[in-house]
């Protein structure tokens, strides 16, 4: 079985999912169970300062964290919390995808989030996107999403806005010269 995790899964412009229309996800879990993956280029109108303030109002935000945006990781169980960030061990619930980049979903990165105790990159993120067996690779198939290997510099240093077509030109091809019926006879 081929699989797409630390991959980035780039939406086709084709793809007329409200959701997922020019997403970039990244796959942060494929095994022959399914997939999953937090889109990192969807913003919610929500800041950190505002999540921590719905949380608990007592956590202290600095100045320089307050505006990070919170992103819309998909459309599963939106009311969870998916912190994609660099290697940094030591909270309840987080788990080592390469050796650069982890996933934390226990509450206690919060408040280091909100200051510079925090890791030195990370995406926040509320919902996460799911496939069942064999689903993501049936959507590949019809050309519904291209893939690319991830780039941590897209992931955490690129702007929320540019992500999509960032890892796009990594595919080094006119996505938009692609026709959506690609490599079917």
Known sequence: MTTF???FLIAMPTLDDPYFSRSLTYICEHNAEGAMGLVI???TT???AALLEQIDESLPVEDDYADTIVLAGGPVAQDRGFILHTNQPGWSSSLQLTPEIM?????DILPALATS?????SIITLG???WTAGQLEQEIQENSWLTVEADLDILFNTPIHKRWQAA???LGVDIWQLAPNVGHA
């Open 46 to 48: 929500l800041s950190l």
């Open 5 to 7: 995790e630390n991959h």
């Open 41 to 43: 280029n969807q913003p």
């Open 103 to 107: 996933v934390t979903t226990s509450k």
């Open 168 to 170: 796009v030109n990594k």
């Open 128 to 130: 996460y996107a799911g």
């Open 117 to 121: 105790a925090g890791p030195d990159k």
